[in-house]
T-cell receptor, first 111, second 114 residues
Framework: ELKVEQNPLFLSMQEGKNYTIYCNYSTTSDRLYWYRQDPGKSLESLFVLLSNGAVKQEGRLMASLDTKARLSTLHITAAVHDLSATYFCAVDQNTGNQFYFGTGTSLTVIP | DAGVTQSPTHLIKTRGQQVTLRCSPISGHKSVSWYQQVLGQGPQFIFQYYEKEERGRGNFPDRFSARQFPNYSSELNVNALLLGDSALYLC?????????????FGDGTRLSIL
């Protein structure tokens, strides 16, 4: 079964700082998704990465995919409080929308 | 346009009971998937349905079953509830399987087993 691991599990960072969340997965796939979840809320789609070397950016977040290393990163630039949430990566094992989620990274941005 | 809608939002049951959760996909979406999210963990895939047929099943016991209706809405049934079934159950919809695309999630049904 496809395994997806994220690290760190918990991240506390000061406003204005940069940091990277890592997502490793165990089998070949070139479909990776990043989601955000606020407490008590559902999942919001952030990025769709569909090929090796794909890079997507939205505001202070940038996601990339290295399919050979089976690794995706979510980079946070100059963090602000509004980014506090749990971030999940999800891998689609090329079967079509059967997502395997990572463990999640709980991000807290401190003023 | 309405997003994915799920009902009920909250449900309390006791061990051994049965529960049915409902999901309506985004208009035009024909694929529906169900996920279980235990507190503090990522969602786990339960089922995927497309055109009323099961297209995938995760590692869940036979107590879990689902179906999809001609209007593409879906129900998830869980029999003989256990304490460990307490979780947030999420429904997600997409256009069709096989196409790389994000799934759109509903707000979920929070199921508590006493």
């Amino acid at each position: 079964e496809l395994k997806v691991e994220q690290n760190p599990l918990f991240l506390s960072m000061q406003e204005g700082k940069n940091y990277t969340i890592y997502c490793n997965y165990s089998t070949t796939s070139d479909r990776l998704y990043w989601y955000r979840q606020d407490p008590g809320k559902s999942l919001e789609s952030l990025f769709v990465l569909l090929s090796n070397g794909a890079v997507k950016q939205e505001g202070r977040l940038m996601a990339s995919l290295d399919t050979k290393a089976r690794l995706s990163t979510l980079h946070i630039t100059a963090a602000v409080h509004d980014l506090s949430a749990t971030y999940f990566c999800a891998v689609d094992q090329n079967t079509g929308n059967q997502f395997y989620f990572g463990t999640g990274t709980s991000l807290t941005v401190i003023p | 346009d309405a997003g994915v809608t799920q009902s009920p939002t909250h449900l309390i049951k006791t061990r051994g009971q049965q529960v049915t959760l409902r999901c309506s996909p985004i208009s035009g979406h024909k694929s529906v998937s169900w996920y279980q999210q235990v507190l503090g963990q990522g969602p786990q895939f339960i089922f995927q349905y497309y055109e009323k047929e099961e297209r995938g099943r995760g590692n869940f016991p036979d107590r879990f079953s689902a179906r999809q209706f001609p209007n593409y809405s879906s129900e998830l049934n869980v029999n003989a509830l256990l304490l460990g079934d307490s979780a947030l159950y999420l429904c997600a919809s997409s256009l069709a399987p096989g196409q790389p695309q994000p799934q759109h999630f509903g707000d979920g049904t929070r199921l508590s087993i006493l």
